[in-house]
Nanobody
Framework: VQLQASGGGLVQAGGSLRLSCAAS????????LAWFRQAPGKEREFVAA???????TLGDSVKGRFTTSRDNIKNTVSLQMTSLKPEDTAVYYC???????????????????WGQGTLVTVSS
């Protein structure tokens, strides 16, 4: 089972970036797919989660700026980030878990599968 995140990089404040995550090794089409981020010295923070239906939940700090989408055929999930701020600088991780598990959606430990992370740096 593998999640491979990509698309990170350096962007100026106010800019946009799109992250992608490709899943392999199992069928994630009915799983909950999520994005978390972790800045240096901080805990891992919930960014977004999306159900197999396409229904999504966003963290308060990114509402109105980020959106997430998925392709259940290609087993991919994306995070479109706009109006980026320096405080968005972090390593971004994609994660997956079974939709049937009764665990909090926004808690990192609720997820069973993790990608390696991709660094996003927003300059001021």
């Amino acid at each position: 089972v593998q999640l491979q995140a990509s698309g990170g990089g350096l962007v100026q404040a106010g800019g946009s970036l799109r992250l992608s995550c490709a899943a392999s090794g199992r069928t994630f089409s009915t799983d909950i797919l999520a994005w978390f981020r972790q800045a240096p010295g901080k805990e891992r923070e919930f960014v977004a989660a999306i159900m197999w239906t396409g229904s999504s939940t966003l963290g308060d700090s990114v509402k109105g700026r980020f959106t997430t989408s998925r392709d259940n055929i290609k087993n991919t999930v994306s995070l479109q980030m706009t109006s980026l701020k320096p405080e968005d600088t972090a390593v971004y991780y994609c994660a997956a878990r079974s939709a049937g598990a009764i665990r909090p959606l926004t808690t990192a430990r609720s997820y069973d599968y993790w990608g390696q992370g991709t660094l996003v740096t927003v300059s001021s």
